[in-house]
């Protein structure tokens, strides 16, 4: 049994119609004028089983934290169903808050004017957390996470890296079967971001954390998930690998090869429809070659033929590509 399964979901949100002039938009507001209705997701359908990691993303307003919101118990929605952990989320949301863990990006469930180590020591008594497991937990957060040099320090005072490891710390207390990351690399630095990436995947072979990640940041994903469901104006465009989708929709590689010398100006003209020399800027050449139709080393091969090579490197499809294609309909929907 997967251990999230949504089907057919459906949220859709009254819009207010207000009326011209100050006096008439109050009016409005008390009697609830409606003008119409705005679908936010609809007939939204997927499984996840437990253990996964998988990317949910989409451009703004897409559909992705309304989907989180109904997932959670926060909202109810307008129809469909949907299953976490063998509970339905919005009629028995305090037994779901047991089983799953929750990161906002630009929020934060730890206390401002407390040190970050008695937000911990909180919600241990929130979530009724053993002491002996508590400590386990804690201690496994500050080992991979770095905690040890800000447990001490009010939560006002942390760096947006350090709030971020300690909200993640506090969502892991309670060991949930699933946790959902929204945006939790926001605005760090590399050497945040990484950490968090670290932690994130041995959090999940170690324990087979079920992980639902949200976010605008493609290295997130290409480091983290291996399956990503893409959803766009409510609904889902695509649901699978993402190998796959950069493998069919990526387009070519890139082969850049710096010759010891200028090549062979007939380099220029060299291959066919498996195989193109897009750019020669002195001794760098760029082929752009078809990963079905011909190999690396074929294409590194007949190059060599213009010219001595001192190195080469290989430039796989950009991810950031594909998915801003299929935002602007230049890859169909659903393939």
């Not at 929020?107 to 002491?131: F, G, M």
């Amino acid at each position: 049994m997967p251990i999230i399964d949504v089907h057919r979901l459906e949220k859709t949100f009254p819009i207010k119609k207000h009326r011209t002039g100050a006096m008439g938009s109050i009016a409005s507001l008390i009697r609830g004028d409606n003008g119409g209705e705005f679908t936010a997701v609809n007939n939204v359908s997927f499984k996840i089983e437990r253990g996964e990691m998988v990317g949910y993303i989409g451009p703004n307003g897409a559909g992705k934290s309304t989907t989180i919101k109904m997932l959670t118990g926060i909202l109810v929605p307008t129809s469909g169903e949907a299953t976490i952990a063998g509970l339905v989320p919005w009629e028995k949301r305090k037994q779901l808050a047991q089983k799953i863990g929750v990161v906002f990006g630009q929020r934060t469930q730890l206390w401002w004017d407390l040190a970050l180590i008695e937000s911990l020591e909180l919600l241990r008594h929130l979530y009724r957390v053993p002491e002996e497991r508590f400590r386990e937990n804690l201690a496994t957060a500050t080992d991979l996470l770095g905690l040890g040099e800000f447990l001490h320090t009010p939560v006002r005072q942390l760096s947006l890296g350090q709030r971020m490891r300690g909200d993640l710390a506090a969502a892991l207390l309670h060991d949930p079967e699933i946790l959902y990351l929204d945006e939790p690399t926001i605005g760090l630095d590399i050497v945040a971001k990484e950490a968090i990436r670290e932690f994130l995947i041995t959090l999940n072979r170690d324990r087979q954390t079920t992980v639902l990640l949200t976010t605008h940041d493609l290295d997130d994903i290409e480091r983290l998930c291996p399956r990503i469901i893409v959803i766009d104006h409510g609904e889902v465009m695509y649901d699978g690998q993402l190998a796959s989708l950069k493998s069919r929709w990526g387009g070519r590689r890139q082969l850049i090869i710096d010759y010891a010398g200028d090549p062979d100006a007939a380099i220029a003209s060299m291959g066919n429809g498996d195989m193109a020399v897009t750019e020669v800027d002195g001794p760098r050449v760029t082929i752009a070659f078809d990963r079905d139709e011909i190999s690396a080393p074929d294409v590194l091969t007949r190059a060599s033929a213009f010219g001595e090579i001192r190195d080469m490197s290989i430039q796989e499809p950009e991810i950031e590509d594909v998915i801003r294609r299929m935002y602007d309909g230049s890859i169909p929907a659903g393939m």
